[in-house]
């Protein structure tokens, strides 16, 4: 049996209704096709229990948190591709036009960089100059949420993201 | 490597590196198994180590983002993403 058929019914309908009233507290929609949102939502259960983590179940997991983080559901590309195309990069959540009706979900591109970018923008992340502020600035990564304190919160007070979601901002 | 073979009337070598997770990978494979043609696919996210690696490099050498799913249509033409107009009209059907 496939990872994909080995979870219940039950525990889909349960984790959909989850994820859809999360996304309407936060001010999100999640697909309004029931039957794909289910076979997403499927997929990141499978991922959870594949690696210890929701990653997005339209791309590959290497397996290691920290290269994977960005793709963790919901990842650091949603709000902007909601934005730009009505749907993130699977399609869970989408646009308040999505949701009436008003326009297609379509196949998007990618808006995660590709591995070897990636890489190379971690690198310089470490090499920024910082300024001298009183304190410094955290942003969510995943809901654009900012702070000025010693450290990044535990866990997002918006869109509820853990500590490790946070960058240094300024 | 585990590449899955599926029967159909010939429609041209078709090699379709998907995951088992991906909704649009589900899609494009319910597209190739209703238009009835013969293609071969991978789920990428089930390989580990060496093979993962192999199979990431055959992705990228058509799509640089290595995204899914990546249907490549006789070695020479590669569609990325879901999308049934340009696969049909590739598949000359």
């Known amino acids: ?32 096709d029931a039957e794909f949102t289910k076979g997403l939502i499927s997929g990141l259960l499978v991922n959870q229990s594949r690696y210890g983590y929701p990653s997005c179940p339209c ?16 990842c ?34 990618e808006s995660r ?30 809901c ?15 869109c509820k ?4 979601r946070f960058e240094r901002f300024i | 490597m585990n590449i899955e073979h599926v029967q159909g009337k010939k429609a041209g070598k078709l090699m379709l590196y998907a995951l088992s997770t991906c909704g649009h990978c589900r899609n494009t494979r319910k597209l190739l198994t209703d238009l009835g043609v013969e293609y071969d696919y991978l789920y990428v996210d ?13 992705v990228e050498k058509w799509n640089p983002d290595c995204s899914f799913p990546t249907l490549v249509i006789n070695d020479s033409k590669c569609i990325v993403g879901f999308k049934e107009a340009d696969i049909k009209e590739a598949l000359k059907l």
Do not use: F, H, T
């Open chain 1, 144 to 158: 654009g949420y900012l702070c000025a304190r010693d450290g990044p919160p535990e866990v997002c007070p918006i």
């Open chain 1, 161 to 164: 993201a853990k500590k490790d």
């Open chain 1, 76 to 109: 650091d590309y949603r709000d902007g591709d909601v934005v730009k195309y009505g749907a993130c990069y699977c399609a869970l959540y989408v646009s308040q036009a999505v949701l009436e009706g008003r326009q297609p979900v379509q196949s998007i591109p």
């Open chain 1, 59 to 74: 791309r590959l997991a290497m397996g290691n948190k920290q290269d994977d983080l960005d793709i963790i559901c919901p």
């Open chain 2, 46 to 58: 089930l390989l580990q180590g060496q093979e993962k690696e192999q199979a990431i490099a055959m």
């Open chain 1, 1 to 32: 049996m496939s990872e994909m058929d080995s979870i219940s019914p039950q525990e889909i309908v349960r984790a959909y209704e989850k994820y859809k009233k999360d996304a309407v507290a936060g001010g999100y929609n999640i697909n309004p």
């Open chain 1, 113 to 142: 960089p590709p591995r070897a970018e990636r890489k190379k923008q971690a690198a310089r992340a470490v090499d920024l100059d910082w300024s001298k502020l009183p304190l410094p600035v955290w942003r969510c990564k995943v």
